[in-house]
C-alpha cells in the first residue's frame, strides 16, 4: 500500500533541503555583502515617524547599522556595549527589526539610546536586502556607503576590537 | 599515554556495537541461534569500552591535561572541580561520548531487562541499537575525536563557557540526552516488529515502560533547560521557541503522542502501524535535532561550533536510521492487523484526538523551525520566524487539546454514552468556567479573553485529574486505582498546573527597568525595592558586582536579594546572575543590568505570578511518569499475567459509577 511510503518520501524531500542547507552555511552571507555598496532604504524613524531615516543619512563617515528588536535576548547582552560605543564617538544607526512601536520607545527609554536614529522595519523586507538572519547583527558602513564588515549576534569589546576596529582608518573620536 | 587508552577503548566499542548489529539481526534472519545469542554479550562489552573512554576523558580534565585539545577548549586549571566533571559535555566532542554512554546504558539496560521476551525478537531490538550505536560512535571518532592531541599541550585552557558554569546546566544536558537517547529504544522495538512482521498487545507491553522512562527523563532535561534560561539569561523569559529548544521539544511531542497510541494498540490491540510510525518518528526527531544543532545549518544561541562534514555525516545517518527504518515501514505496515473497532464516542477517539493534534503541534513547530532552511535552499532569501508565530501556532491544537484531555479521562474503552460523560464531568465544567472567569478578576482586577481561555483549559484539565482520585479516596468500597491510573491522572494534574502556569504568568507579569542609585527606592506590583548598594565579590574564576536589594511589602521585611553581574576571568563576557524571591504563588526576580555612570545601574525587576507552577507541572507530569511506568503490569513475566485477571484496570468511568 503505497500510503505506508508517504512517510519515507517526506523523509526524503527533508534530506533534500538539508544537504542544500548544509552547503549555504547561514554565515556565508556576511563574506557574500561585504565589499559591496549597502542596500539603500528610507524608512520611518521610529522616533517621529513623520520623518525618514535613509542610507544618505550615513553617507560620508564611518557608521554602524544595528539590527535590534525587543525580543531578542541577545541585544539585551549587547546593549551596555553599544551604549559605550555611542559615548565614544561612534555613531550607530538602529534598524528596528520586525519589532512593536511601544515596546521598542519604552526598551530605549528604559535601557538608553544609543542610536541617531532607528529606521523601523516592522515587515522585514529591509532585513531581507540586508540578508539578516536574526537579531542582533551588526553592519560597518563605510563613508562611501560600502559595507566593510558584518557580524552575526551580539557586539562585544573583543569582537569590535578584532572584526571592526581595525577597519576603520583614522577618525578623530573613533577608536 | 592515557588519553590514547580512552581512544583505544573507544575504536573496541565500535567493534563490538558492529559485531551487535550484525550478528543477532543476521541470526534472526537465517535462525541461528548462537549468532543471535552474541547480542547481550556484545552489548555489554560495548558499554563497557564506552564507559572506559569516558572516564578516561574525565580524568584529563580532573588532571588538567592541556595536552589533549578537547580539554584545552573546554576547561581551565582555575575552574571548580564538580565543573570540570560537567565540562566533559560542555562541547560537541564531549558531549557526543556523552551521548554514545547514555545510548549503551540503554542498550545495556534493554539486553538485561528483556529476558522474558523471546529470543528473536530481543536479539533484533539490540541489532538495531548496536547499528545506531555504531553509528554515533563511527561519527565521534571519525568526525569528532575528544582524544586528539594537542602539541605541545597549552599553558592553561580557554575555560568553560561562563553560561555553563552552573547547577542547573550540569544536570540538564545529561538529563536531556538519557531522554532523547532513550527514544531509541521504542524505535527498535518498532523496527524488531516490522522485522518480525508480528505486533500484538504483548509488544506495546514491553515497548511502553522504555518509552514512558526515556519521556519523564526529557520532560525533566527540558524543564531544567527553561529553569536555566530563566534565571541565567538574566531576561525572566522560560520559553524562547529557539532552534535547539524546539530540537528538544519536538521529540518530547512525539513521545508524548506515542505513550498515548500504545496504551491504545495495548489495551485493545488498534493503532498499531500509526503507533510504530511514531516510535520511528520520535527517534527520528532526535536524530534531526542533533542535525540541526551540531551542523550549523541553523543559527541558535546554543549552537556547537559547526563543521560540514559533521553535518554531512550524521545527516547520512539520520537517512540511514531512519530513512531504512521507514522503507522497512512503507513495505511491511500494511500487514499490521487491527484486532477490533471503536464507537465514536469512547476513549479511543479521544486517544486518537490527542494523536493528531500532537502530530499537528510537531509539524507546526517542525515547519516554523525549518522554515528559514527552506527559504534559504530554495533561494528565497534569509528569514527568521519569532515567537508570534510558534506561540500562535503552537495554542491552536493545544487548547482543544486541553479540552479533550478531561472528556478522555473519563471515558470508557471502546464505547460510552455521552450522556453519562456529560452528568459525570458538567460540574467541573461550571466550576471551571467560574474559577477561570473570578479567580483574575479577584487576584489581579483584570483579565481578557486569552486569559479566560487559557486559565480554562488549565483548571478543567487539573479539576478533572483530581476528581476520580478524590471521589475514590471517599468511597471506602471504590476499586483501588492501578498505579498505570495514579500515574495518568498524576501527569495530568501536572500539564493542568503547566497551563495555569503559563497563562497567569503570561497575562499578569509585571516588568519594570529603572536606572536607580544606592539608597534609591521604587515600587513594583506592590513590592517596595530598596537598592542598599554595592559591592565586590570574588569567586573561584569569576569576579562580581553584587547588588543589594531589600524588598518589602507594606513596610514588612519580605527579603533581601542579592543579583551579580560576573566578569569570568578567562572568557571575559560579562555574565548576568539574577536574584528571585520564590514562592509559589510569584517569583520576583532582580536582575542587575549595566552601570549606567555616576554610580546608577539599570535594575530590572519582574513580578511573574504563579511562575513556579510551570516548572512545578513539569516535575509532576514526570512523577506521574514514573508511577505509570513502574505498573505491577510491566514488572511481571507474561505468563504470571495471563493467569492473573488483571483487577480494577478496567477504564475508570466503568469501575466507580
Known amino acids: 500500500m503505497w500510503r505506508y511510503a508517504i512517510p519515507a518520501v517526506i523523509l526524503l524531500v527533508l534530506g533534500g533541503f538539508f544537504l542544500r542547507g548544509l552547503n549555504l552555511n547561514p554565515g556565508y552571507i556576511e563574506s557574500a555583502l561585504i565589499g559591496k555598496p549597502a542596500p539603500a532604504f528610507s524608512l520611518p524613524n521610529l522616533e517621529t515617524p513623520s520623518e525618514l531615516v535613509s542610507t544618505s543619512d550615513l553617507a560620508g563617515q564611518y557608521s554602524l547599522l544595528n539590527v535590534w528588536a525587543t525580543w531578542c535576548v541577545e541585544c539585551r547582552r549587547e546593549h551596555g556595549f553599544l551604549l559605550d560605543l555611542e559615548a565614544s564617538g561612534v555613531p550607530i544607526y538602529g534598524l528596528n527589526w520586525k519589532d512593536e512601536r511601544p515596546a521598542a520607545l519604552e526598551w530605549l527609554e528604559v535601557l538608553g539610546d544609543p542610536y541617531i536614529a532607528s529606521a523601523v522595519d516592522y515587515s522585514g523586507d529591509i532585513g531581507i536586502d540586508y540578508g539578516v538572519y536574526g537579531a542582533p547583527e551588526t553592519f560597518l558602513i563605510g563613508p562611501d556607503l560600502t559595507i566593510l564588515q558584518k557580524h552575526l549576534g551580539p557586539l562585544s569589546p573583543a569582537i569590535w576590537a578584532s572584526k571592526f576596529a581595525p577597519l576603520i582608518e583614522a577618525v578623530p573620536g573613533q577608536h | ?657
Open chain 2, 1 to 657: 599515554m592515557i588519553p590514547e587508552i580512552g581512544q583505544f577503548a573507544l575504536v573496541l566499542a565500535v567493534c563490538l556495537s558492529i559485531c551487535q548489529a550484525v550478528f543477532p539481526l543476521a541470526g534472526a534472519a537465517t535462525g541461528r541461534n548462537d549468532w543471535m545469542m552474541l547480542a547481550r554479550s556484545a552489548a555489554t562489552g560495548q558499554f563497557v569500552f564506552v564507559a572506559i573512554a569516558y572516564v578516561v576523558l574525565t580524568y584529563a580534565f580532573l588532571n588538567d591535561d592541556f595536552s589533549v585539545l578537547f580539554v584545552a577548549n573546554h576547561s581551565n586549571s582555575q575552574l571548580p572541580v564538580a565543573y570540570k566533571f560537567a565540562a566533559v559535555w560542555g562541547g560537541h566532542e564531549g558531549s557526543l561520548l556523552l551521548w554514545s554512554l547514555m545510548l549503551a546504558l540503554w542498550t545495556l539496560a534493554v539486553a538485561h531487562g528483556s529476558r522474558s521476551q523471546p529470543l528473536e525478537f530481543s536479539s533484533r531490538v539490540l541489532g538495531v541499537l548496536g547499528i545506531v550505536s555504531a553509528g554515533v560512535l563511527l561519527f565521534t571518532l571519525l568526525t569528532s575525536n575528544p582524544f586528539d592531541r594537542l602539541l605541545p599541550g597549552a599553558i592553561d585552557g580557554a575555560d568553560l563557557n561562563p553560561l555553563l558554569q552552573d547547577p542547573a546546566m550540569v544536570a540538564h544536558p545529561p538529563m536531556l540526552y538519557v531522554g532523547y537517547v532513550g527514544l531509541a529504544v521504542p524505535f527498535a522495538f518498532a523496527v524488531a516488529a516490522l522485522l518480525t512482521g508480528k505486533l500484538d498487545k504483548n509488544w506495546a507491553r514491553w515497548t511502553r515502560p522504555w518509552t514512558i522512562g526515556a519521556w519523564i527523563f526529557l520532560t525533566g532535561g527540558i524543564a531544567l533547560g527553561s529553569w536555566w534560561a530563566y534565571y541565567e539569561l538574566g531576561w525572566g523569559g522560560w520559553w524562547f521557541w529557539d532552534p535547539v529548544e524546539n530540537a528538544s521539544f519536538m521529540p518530547w511531542l512525539m513521545a508524548t503522542a506515542l505513550i498515548h497510541s500504545l496504551a491504545v494498540t495495548e489495551r485493545r490491540g488498534i493503532f498499531k502501524s500509526w503507533t510504530v510510525l511514531l516510535a520511528i518518528a520520535a527517534f527520528s526527531l532526535s536524530l534531526l535535532g542533533t542535525f540541526l544543532v551540531r551542523s550549523g545549518v541553523l543559527i541558535s544561541v546554543h549552537a556547537f561550533a559547526s563543521d560540514p562534514t559533521r553535518g554531512l555525516f550524521i545527516l547520512m545517518l539520520l537517512l540511514v536510521i531512519s530513512g531504512g527504518a521507514l522503507v522497512l515501514y512503507a513495505f511491511r505496515a500494511g500487514n499490521l492487523e487491527s484486532e477490533g473497532g471503536f464507537k465514536l464516542v469512547s476513549r479511543e477517539s479521544f486517544l486518537l484526538a490527542n494523536n493528531i493534534l500532537l502530530v499537528v503541534a510537531t509539524i507546526a513547530v517542525l515547519f516554523g523551525t525549518l522554515y528559514p532552511l527552506f527559504l534559504d535552499a530554495m533561494g528565497l532569501g534569509q528569514i527568521s520566524v519569532g515567537p508570534p508565530y510558534f506561540n500562535m501556532i503552537f495554542l491552536l491544537p493545544m487548547l482543544p487539546l486541553a479540552l479533550l484531555l478531561g472528556l478522555g479521562m473519563h471515558s470508557a474503552w471502546q464505547k460510552m454514552v455521552p450522556g453519562a460523560l456529560f452528568s459525570r464531568l458538567r460540574w467541573i465544567g461550571i466550576a471551571t468556567l467560574v474559577v477561570a472567569i473570578a479567580y483574575p478578576l479577584v487576584s489581579f482586577g483584570s483579565t481578557s479573553v486569552l486569559t479566560i481561555i487559557g486559565l480554562a483549559a488549565g483548571i478543567w484539565v487539573t479539576l478533572s485529574s483530581l476528581i476520580e482520585p478524590i471521589s475514590r479516596w471517599f468511597n471506602s468500597r471504590a476499586v483501588r486505582l492501578t498505579r498505570a491510573q495514579w500515574g495518568m491522572f498524576i501527569a495530568h494534574l501536572g500539564v493542568g498546573m503547566f497551563i495555569v502556569g503559563a497563562t497567569v504568568t503570561s497575562a499578569f507579569n509585571i516588568e519594570s527597568e529603572e536606572a536607580v542609585r544606592s539608597g534609591e527606592r521604587w515600587e513594583v506590583a506592590g513590592y517596595e525595592i530598596e537598592f542598599r548598594g554595592l559591592s565586590q565579590v570574588e569567586g573561584p574564576n569569576f569576579m562580581a558586582d553584587e547588588g543589594e536589594f531589600e524588598l518589602r511589602r507594606d513596610g514588612e521585611f519580605v527579603a533581601t536579594l542579592r543579583p551579580q553581574q560576573r566578569q569570568y576571568l578567562v572568557q571575559t563576557n560579562p555574565m548576568t546572575e539574577a536574584a528571585i524571591d520564590d514562592r509559589w504563588y510569584r517569583h520576583i526576580f532582580v536582575a542587575l543590568g549595566d552601570p549606567l555612570g555616576d554610580g546608577a545601574w539599570s535594575v530590572r525587576v519582574q513580578y511573574k505570578p504563579m511562575i513556579s507552577f510551570i516548572w512545578w507541572g513539569c516535575i509532576v507530569m514526570a512523577l506521574g511518569g514514573l508511577l505509570a511506568a513502574t505498573d505491577q503490569r510491566y514488572r511481571e513475566p507474561v505468563k504470571q499475567r495471563k493467569e492473573r485477571k488483571s483487577p480494577g484496570n478496567a477504564a475508570v468511568a466503568q469501575g466507580s459509577t
